[in-house]
């Protein structure tokens, strides 16, 4: 019957059988479309979270990194005064051995 009614509007078979066939094709583009924008989207979600993981890695590396640079002062710090101690011993060792040369002879 439906051929029949474009058979009278001067539409073929083919042409109704194509326009139902172009049809099904803009469907199928279209839930495979909305398929893609799913995934991208779930895409930007994962990259989004990695960005962040990364910028609190980077925080956290820097945070290290301070702690590393006053842990260095200190460390400098306590090898001035290590050594400033170390030789105001042996300048009071020097002085000593001089004494006890002045008492033996």
């Known amino acids: ?22 049809e099904q094709i803009d469907i199928m583009v279209s839930n495979k479309k909305l398929d893609w924008e799913r995934k991208m989207r779930a895409l930007e979600t994962r990259l989004d979270l990695r960005d962040q993981e990364l910028a609190n890695a980077q925080t956290c590396l820097d945070q ?17 005064c290590n050594l400033a101690m ?16 002045k008492n033996v002879i």
């Open 64 to 80: 290290k990194g301070q702690e590393v640079g006053l842990l260095r002062q200190k460390l400098d710090s306590l090898e001035k």
């Open 1 to 22: 019957m439906e051929n029949q009614t474009h058979n009278a509007m001067g539409a073929s078979p083919c042409e109704a059988e194509l326009q139902e066939l172009m």
């Open 86 to 101: 170390t030789q105001n011993y042996e300048g009071q060792l020097q002085t000593l051995k001089a004494q006890v040369r």
